[in-house]
């Protein structure tokens, strides 16, 4: 697991690690430096000539100090300062007293020799507004050099708190996260300008005491549900899975499938008649019950709906007057956490009156189109305000909100905010949702927390879509290859 900070929280943690622990300032930067001269041995054998490009704040502090000791290690080094040494922040000039002290010389301009390593140091979790002049002209400088180029924390013109451009970025090879990774690592297109990502231990510590967002990796799938051996079917959960209607069958099967893939003991679809001979012949481990569309009977529904320890509603369901009804009446009685998607989500949209302020074990799986009608905001203010919209829906109705996308984010009523890295544009194909919706269903039915079933869940719905491209290529996956690769990302 690991914290995503913003950069009042990162500044938050640099100043109490000074002005409370009494770790100087100096020590923090010369440590930053330090590990960015150690990622420059591990990534450039051949790291003989250098240029480190540094603004006057303290990420150009950062900078100097590593040109400072990659000099004394005996490398060609150029030191270039833009901005008025002037108005450098307290620990860069002292950055560059210390340089002046070895005799090395700082420039303010560039000049014609080529570079193996470019070293970005102009702005890290200060940038404030867009980058302009003699800024913009240094970043494009970088961008258009051919060395290797390692950004110091994160690229310089990416904002640290939202990914965004800032008028232009350095376009890295590595970057050189400093204590945490903040938001702007994660976020598109910060996550793409960042390229691969190393985080360095300068001793500041404390996000957990002060951090609600966080993200997983590969460590995190310890916790997933124990599997007794003393067991039977009963004991890893009863899934009823409310999907599919004429003509499409599809969905249920993606679902049903990724629930069992995920260790769901048994697995009940509940579908119209006309799903029977294909669904059984996809799925023969699937239990199967089918309604007449025609002479609907809620006696079965409510049959199944006891029988549940956790119900899926939603994908492929369609948008009848049947289907309304059938979520009407899961709403009304259901005891066990509930997943709604796809349809469940757009019939929410449709007769708003479905979903009161009073909702209990309730997880939604939004992507933009569904979060848009839902909230009737539109799909650009969703996208450029992930974690607010997707908090702001949870916080309404009490539920949990995964809002689908390439980062996909889950949030519950009391802050916590999930940030999933895991996934590829392979996923981005029909069906890929289906999965999402049966694996987080797989998790509750092995008695799982909500919260807990649908962060684990989006992370492994991402590793199977990285074990499924890894063996088919990004162009070729299919949704019914992520299901299949759930296999592989849990071992
Ligand atoms: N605290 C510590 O001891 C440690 C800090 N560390 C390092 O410090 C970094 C944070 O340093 P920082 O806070 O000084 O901010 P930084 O990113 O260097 O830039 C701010 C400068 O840029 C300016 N500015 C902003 N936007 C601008 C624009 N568009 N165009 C032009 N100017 C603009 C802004 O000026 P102002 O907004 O006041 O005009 C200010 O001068 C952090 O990322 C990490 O690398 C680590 O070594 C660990 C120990
Ligand atoms: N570029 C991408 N990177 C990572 N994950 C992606 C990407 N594109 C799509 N996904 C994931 O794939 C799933 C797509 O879901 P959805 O749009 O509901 O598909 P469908 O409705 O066709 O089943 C989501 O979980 C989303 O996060
Ligand atoms: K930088």
Request: charged share 20%; proline share 2%; glycine share 8%.
């Amino acid at each position: 697991m690991e914290y995503l900070l913003t950069s009042d929280q990162m500044k938050l943690l640099d100043n109490n690690t000074i002005d409370k622990i009494g770790i100087a300032s100096s020590v923090l930067m010369e440590k930053a430096a330090l590990s960015v001269v150690s990622a420059i041995d591990e990534e450039c054998a051949n790291a003989k000539n250098i240029l480190v490009v540094s603004g006057i704040g303290n990420n150009g502090g950062d900078g100097i100090a590593i040109g400072r000791i990659l000099h004394l290690q005996g490398r060609q080094v150029r030191i270039v300062v833009i901005g008025d040494r002037q108005h450098s922040s307290p620990e860069t000039k002292k950055q560059i007293e210390i340089a002046e002290k070895y005799n090395i010389k700082i420039y303010n301009t560039f000049d014609k020799n080529e570079y193996n390593v470019i070293v970005d140091s102009v702005f890290g979790i200060g940038l404030t507004r867009s980058v302009e002049g003699q800024y913009k002209k240094a970043i494009h400088f970088i961008n258009q050099a051919k060395g290797f180029k390692i950004a110091v924390d994160i690229p310089s013109g990416i904002s640290a708190d939202t990914g965004k451009i800032m008028g232009c970025a350095v376009k890295a090879d590595l970057t050189v996260a400093i204590a945490y990774k903040k938001l702007g690592h994660v976020f598109y297109p910060g996550a793409q300008y960042c390229n691969r990502i190393k985080v360095a231990d300068i001793g500041v510590y404390g996000a957990d005491e002060i951090c609600f967002n966080f993200s997983y990796n590969k460590k995190d799938l310890d916790k997933l549900p124990q599997r007794l051996n003393d067991s039977n079917k009963g004991t890893f959960g009863k899934a009823l899975i409310i999907a599919g209607s004429n003509n499409m069958s599809g969905a249920a099967y993606l679902a049903s499938l990724a629930a069992y893939k995920m260790g769901c003991g048994l697995v009940r679809i509940f579908t119209p008649l006309e799903n029977r001979e294909i669904l059984q012949t996809l799925i023969p481990e699937a239990v199967l019950t089918t309604y007449d569309t025609k002479q609907f009977s809620h006696k079965s529904l409510e049959d199944a709906i006891a029988w549940a320890d956790v119900i899926n509603i939603g994908p492929g369901l369609g948008m009848s007057d049947i289907a309304k009804q059938i979520l009407e009446t899961v709403l009304k009685k259901h005891k066990c956490p509930l997943v709604i998607d796809a349809d469940g989500i757009n019939l929410l949209a449709k007769y708003e009156q479905l979903l009161t302020k009073n909702q209990k074990n309730i997880i939604i799986t939004p992507h933009m189109k569904e979060m848009s009608r839902l909230s009737k905001r539109n799909i650009n203010d969703i996208k450029n305000n992930l974690i607010e919209n997707a908090t702001e829906m949870a916080k309404k109705y009490k539920l949990i909100c995964v809002l689908k996308d390439s980062r996909t984010i889950v949030a519950d009523y009391n802050k916590k905010v999930y940030i999933n890295q895991s996934g590829n544009n392979g996923m981005a194909k029909a069906g890929s949702g289906d999965v999402l919706s049966g694996i987080i269903t797989g998790l509750l039915a092995q008695k799982m927390k909500p919260f807990e079933s649908a962060a684990l869940g989006v992370y492994i719905h991402g590793v199977s879509g990285d074990e499924a491209s890894n063996l088919n290529g990004c162009y070729s996956t299919l949704a019914r290859d992520i299901a299949m690769n759930i296999t592989r990302a849990l071992h």
